[in-house]
């Protein structure tokens, strides 16, 4: 069962890039509204975690925006939700380059990429995902 001290950041996943998710060089952050599955990691996530965006896909997959949890999980009609304040990267970080990375290899969305939301990196995952950052 994860625990609180697993999780360095939370990890979102769209199955193609956000049509609200603004691309490009001096786009802002812009808050979005990410469906979740009943879970105990919901318990688990709170406002001002630290949080990426994962696209998937065959068009650029790989964490295209990062952020932070912007509320507390909340509930509408569908479901669990929570809100998201993203910024797009320049670039994406592209899945390759992070499964070549060792300390990426074993985060579970390589393992399970047709997991649910939320998912998570470790400390040693999200060292990796912050050292590809291109600039935003």
């Known amino acids: ?61 790989g964490v295209a925006a990062l952020g932070r949890i912007a509320s507390e999980v909340g509930q509408e009609a569908g479901g669990p939700v929570v809100d998201v304040e993203l910024t797009a990267l320049a670039a994406v970080v592209a899945r390759a380059a992070l499964v070549a990375d060792p300390r990426f290899a074993a985060a579970e969305v390589v393992r399970m990429p047709a997991g649910s939301n939320p998912s998570y990196l470790r400390p040693e995952q999200w060292e990796a995902v912050r050292e590809l950052f291109p600039a935003t």
Do not use: I, N, T
Request: aromatic fraction near 4%.
């Open 1 to 61: 069962m994860l625990r609180s001290g697993d999780v360095a950041c939370w990890l979102l996943k769209a199955s193609g890039r956000p049509a609200e998710l603004p691309a490009g060089p001096g786009a802002g952050p812009v808050v979005l509204r990410r469906c979740l599955r009943r879970s105990y990691r919901l318990g688990l996530l709170s406002a001002g975690q630290p949080c990426v965006l994962w696209v998937s896909g065959r068009l650029d997959p």
